[in-house]
């Protein structure tokens, strides 16, 4: 089964986190499938990049994110709707 979730990066007490499609079985930091955002937990205001379209399209597939990435999509989707309503 594919998950979206977070791969750590960063150094000691300056972490930062791609998300990543991977197989569940597979190690936080191992080889995933596809890199479709980063988050930065240390940056203020809009401290992630996502690509919305390849997250929808996994998640269409059947994988299933994480509480943080589904989190992350949720906000996403928020600031395209009020960027489309404007």
């Known amino acids: 089964m594919v998950v979206l979730r977070l791969t750590r990066k960063g150094t000691k007490d300056r972490p930062y986190y791609k998300i990543v499609a991977v197989d ?36 269409s597939k059947g994988a299933k994110p994480s509480e943080t990435v589904a989190s992350i999509i949720k906000k996403a989707r928020k600031i395209r709707d009020a960027a489309t309503e404007a």
């Open 24 to 59: 569940r079985r597979k190690r936080r930091d191992g080889r995933y499938i596809e890199q479709i955002g980063t988050y930065d937990p240390l940056q203020g205001g809009v401290n992630y990049t996502l690509d919305l379209e390849k997250a929808d399209g996994w998640v």
